[in-house]
Each structure stands twice: as C-alpha cells, then as structure tokens.
C-alpha cells in the first residue's frame, strides 16, 4: 500500500499532466527514494494508483537502469562504462572498487553499505573515468585510489 506521503508526491509529479501515467518514471522515483527499491508489491500498489497494468509499468522500470527493482545497499555506486571512461581508467577503477568491497556488479557489500551497479555515460566525459554515488558524480578518478577519500563520506 502506498503511504499518504508517497501518494501526495505523486500526485506532485502527476499534476502538470493530463494522465497520471505520464509521471510514471517520476512516481517510481518517488517510491524508491521512500523505500530505497521498487519491490512487485509496490509496483503493483503504483501501477493500480496510475491506472496502469503492472506489466507496463514494469517494462517502464526495468527500462531505466536508475530504477532498482531489488533490494539495494544504503548507497549505489554506479560506475560509467561509457566509451570516454572506458579509455581512461574504467577498468582499473572497477577492478579497484571490486576489490576493496568485495562485490562485483550487481552485488551489494555484506554490511549492506554500497551496492555496485555500472551505467551508460554520465555526461560529465571531460572527467573520465566517473562514477555516481547516490545522487553525487565524482570524477577523474585515476589513479582509482582516488576513490578511498570519497567512499569515507558514505557510511
Ligand atoms: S563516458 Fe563516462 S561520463 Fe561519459
């Protein structure tokens, strides 16, 4: 059941369209950031308020890589593998991360702090190699030990 917060959000995201299922990315947005993923319960509680079917509002979902539809860790490390970070250090830097987590991707660190998951280019390529954590990019990490400093702020 969607609780009355998400609901009023919604109907935020709703509110300059016609129909509800124009906001749809914009409502998952919304019941992730309340309960860190998407699980089908939700979906369904979602798709049912949208006037969606749950296959639809699924395929919107798993469409969109920043949409989890599993549990994940307190943060999300989403590491670019777009062509520009792939030339400058992509490789060194996810074998790092790896490494010093102990996860690969779509693994998520056993005290349940970082979740590892790639994504197609960020869009900041002049700072290659990159990578997002939560909300925040960080870039030109080479050499990959430049990371150590930045994971300290996410606890
Ligand atoms: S390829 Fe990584 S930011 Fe563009």
Redesign the pocket.
Known sequence: MLSEAEIREIEGEAKPYASRKVACIGALKVVQKHRGWVSDEALRDLADHLGMTPDELDGVATFYSLIYRRPVGRHVILV???????NVG?EDLLGYLSKRLGIGFGGTTADGRFTLLPV??????E????LIIDEDVH?RLEPPEKVEEILKRYE
């Open positions: 670019c593998d777009g062509l520009s970070c792939y992509y197609a280019c960020i869009g900041v390529c700072s290659a190699p990159a870039g």
